[in-house]
Structure formats: C-alpha cells, structure tokens
C-alpha cells in the first residue's frame, strides 16, 4: 500500500530532536514577568497561603530575588506593594518613600539587567480595598485620575522603567501619559492593564495583597467576562492614550480574547496570567493530581499560541529554570 493515500504526521513526532525542530510556538525566559509582592521590614519572606512557592518579601530579600529573575534571564518583574497604614484615598501609593518607590530604588541601585515594571492602582493602599476613590459608595473615576498619574509620576521618579495601570479608570492611560511626560519622564512606558476582566480568578492576589474590597465588588469597572468587542474596544482606546504595551487579563480563561486582540493590533501584547491559575495548578501538583512541570509549560505554551508576547505568571522563575 502506498503512503500517498493519507498524511504521516507521525514521521515529525518521533523524536524529541525532531518534535523541538518543528515546534510552531517557543518559549523563552525573556518573554516572562514575575510579579512580587513587596513589604515593610528587614530580612522577611512570608508565605502566602493560597500561593503555594510565592511569598511576601521585604526589600532586602527582594534585590535577591530580582538578581535571581535576571540571572535566569527572565525578561522582568512586575511589583506590587504593601504599605504600613492604608487611607480612604490610599495616599500610601503615591509616597515618595513607598515601600515600592524604596523598592524601585533598591534594584536601580544593584542594577539587574531587566525590566522593572510597577503596577499602578489604589486597592492596595485605600481602607475599603477600591481601586479608586468612593463617592456615595461608588468609585469616582475623573476623582481618581489624578491620584493614580501622581502615583506613576512617583514610581517613575524611583526608576520604574514602566508604569502598569490595573484599576480600570476610563481615561487613566491619558491620564498618566499626561503627567509622566510633564513631569520629565517622557522614557518612562505604559504597559496598560487594557481588557481586564471582573475575574473571581483573582481570590488569590487579594489575599496576597490585602485588597479585597470591604463592600461591594469590582464589577462596577472591570469588564464583564461576557465581551470580546468591548476587550478590543478597551485596548484601542488604551493605544489611542497612549500605551506602549496593552494587556489582555486573566489568560486561561480568555485565550480567545488574546487571539482577536492579536489579530486586531500591532502593539506588544501581554498576558496576565494571574493567581487563580497559579493556585489551581500549585494546588493540583501538591495533592499529586497533576504534573506541575508539564501543566505550566502547557498553559504557557497555551498563551504565547494564542498570541501574547509577553507573559506574566508566577511561575516565571521555575519556567525559566526548566527551558534552560
Ligand atoms: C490591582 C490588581 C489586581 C491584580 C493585579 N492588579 C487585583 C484586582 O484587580 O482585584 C490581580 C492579579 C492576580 O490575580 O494575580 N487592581
């Protein structure tokens, strides 16, 4: 019988050499972000409960860390702070001696040789875990335009090579490009949190952060998972304003949401791969239910297929590790 009458697809899969050779999609440590939560004190590394292998550090220990992330090549982190004392305006956030702005600083100082990001939003800083100000139990978005501009303004005064605005403000990107280049930091880039989904996948993040919000939910302005337009809408607005990387978040979830965004536009696209996604697995891997090595290297394979080139994920350091 002849071979011509069907397809060996077989014959590219034999090997791992030939299977390596042929892969469509690739992996590389430099695509990947590794956020970190930072925190007062010295010398301090505490779990976080519900993201096993991921901890709160303080600066100190986080220098460490950003070195490790860059000796691996990993292309950059991405930085979250915890601040002592939070306010009904979460003024903590824009604080010139921050424990991210003191962060920012720390690594500028010891000179890693990657990209530190900063995320930008005031849940983590107010006392009722809102990523904007409350007017009449309602965040007031033109209100908290100012504060989050000031508050990149400060990140980019410590050395933030760019500034990530996650709170879901109409107009923050314009907002913040306004004042960075006002302020003289016309260098400083804008990675814009831009399709970024009311998701319960951030249980996790919140717990690590302390910004669950005491009243109410999120659902008010970030998007409802129902839309894929509105997605695309979001991120041409956002480029319109001026971002220089547009983010499309959860990943899992909306791996069709990247795709059109992939499709429809030609800025670096990045995808957050958030907490929800690393517990689940870390959580399957600890009870033995699944392989952790191969179910992250697929879900991240799974999100630079659908086409982000940037992938944020807390598995970032052991990613790298294992596509040495
Ligand atoms: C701040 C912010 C959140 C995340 C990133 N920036 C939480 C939220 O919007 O509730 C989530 C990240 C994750 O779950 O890993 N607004």
């Not at 890693?112 to 309602?138: E, F, K, M």
């Not at 804008?190 to 996948?201: L, N, Q």
């Not at 952060?209 to 998972?225: F, I, K, L, V």
């Not at 304003?241 to 992939?262: F, H, N, S, T």
């Amino acid at each position: 019988m002849s071979d011509r009458t069907f397809e060996r697809f077989r014959r590219l899969r034999r090997t791992p050499a030939l299977r390596a050779l042929v892969a469509e999609t690739r992996l590389f440590p430099r695509q990947l972000v590794y956020p970190i939560f930072v925190r007062d004190g010295q010398a301090v590394r505490e779990p976080i409960r519900s993201m096993p292998g991921q901890e709160r550090v303080s600066v100190d220990e986080l220098v460490r860390d950003v070195e490790r992330a860059s000796e691996l090549g990993i292309g950059g982190v991405l930085l979250f702070g915890l601040p002592i004392e939070k306010d009904s305006v979460g003024s903590g956030a824009w604080d010139e001696h921050g424990v991210v702005q003191r962060a920012v600083r720390a690594i500028r100082e010891a000179g890693p040789d990657l990209v530190v990001a900063v995320d930008v939003c005031l849940c983590g800083y107010t006392d009722h875990g809102h990523c904007g100000v409350l007017r009449d139990g309602d965040v007031d978005n033109d209100e908290t335009l100012p504060l989050l501009a000031q508050t990149a303004a400060s990140l980019a005064a410590a050395g933030a090579d760019i500034v990530a605005p996650s709170a879901m403000m109409d107009g923050q990107v314009i907002a913040i490009r306004s004042k960075l280049d006002e302020a003289g930091h016309g260098d400083v880039a804008i990675m814009a949190y831009a399709a970024k989904y009311a998701s319960a996948f951030y249980g996790p993040f919140r717990d690590a952060a302390d910004s669950t919000p005491r009243t109410g939910d999120r659902r008010g302005y970030q998007m409802d998972s129902s839309h894929v337009r509105q997605g695309l809408a979001e991120i041409a607005a956002d480029l319109a304003e001026g971002a220089d990387v547009v983010m499309v978040k959860p990943a899992l979830a909306y791996l069709d949401v990247i795709r059109a965004a992939r499709e429809r536009f030609d800025a670096p696209l990045a995808a957050y791969s958030v907490s929800g996604e690393y517990a689940m697995l870390a959580a399957a891997a600890e009870r033995g239910w699944l392989d952790h090595k191969a179910t992250v290297l697929e879900s991240l394979t799974a999100i630079v297929r659908a086409g982000a080139d940037i992938v944020i994920t807390y598995s970032a350091l052991e990613a790298a590790r294992w596509l040495r």
